[in-house]
Nanobody, 123 residues
Framework: VQLQAYGGGLVQAGGFLRLSCAAS????????MGWFRQAPGKERELVAA???????HYADSVKGRFTISRDNAKNTVYLQMNSLKPEDTAVYYC??????????????????WGQGTLVTVSS
């Protein structure tokens, strides 16, 4: 599986962005998908994840502001980010895990990673 993330950019605090991650392959629907982010000097952390069945998980820091969704017909997963804060500034990565069932929240279990897309939120 190859993943291509895009949609990052510079936005003012309170603004919004939508990230997209396009996946290759014909079995996209069977993969769990996740969005991670890594700020300078910090570890890569899970932002949101969605299972093959559509169950979702969010980090506490983004609950109520971010929404993860997937369109299996388009082999794409999205991250809608609203009410952005300066602390959301990071490189955002999408990832895929070959696992059916519930949401995968463990970073090390993800099998495939896309290149990052930079999100910068100015104050």
């Amino acid at each position: 599986v190859q993943l291509q993330a895009y949609g990052g950019g510079l936005v003012q605090a309170g603004g919004f962005l939508r990230l997209s991650c396009a996946a290759s392959g014909r079995t996209f629907s069977s993969y769990g998908m996740g969005w991670f982010r890594q700020a300078p000097g910090k570890e890569r952390e899970l932002v949101a994840a969605i299972s093959s069945g559509g169950s979702r998980h969010y980090a506490d820091s983004v609950k109520g502001r971010f929404t993860i969704s997937r369109d299996n017909a388009k082999n794409t997963v999205y991250l809608q980010m609203n009410s952005l804060k300066p602390e959301d500034t990071a490189v955002y990565y999408c990832a895929a895990v070959s696992r059916l069932g519930g949401v995968t929240t463990t970073r090390e279990w993800y099998d495939y990673w896309g290149q990052g897309t930079l999100v910068t939120v100015s104050s």
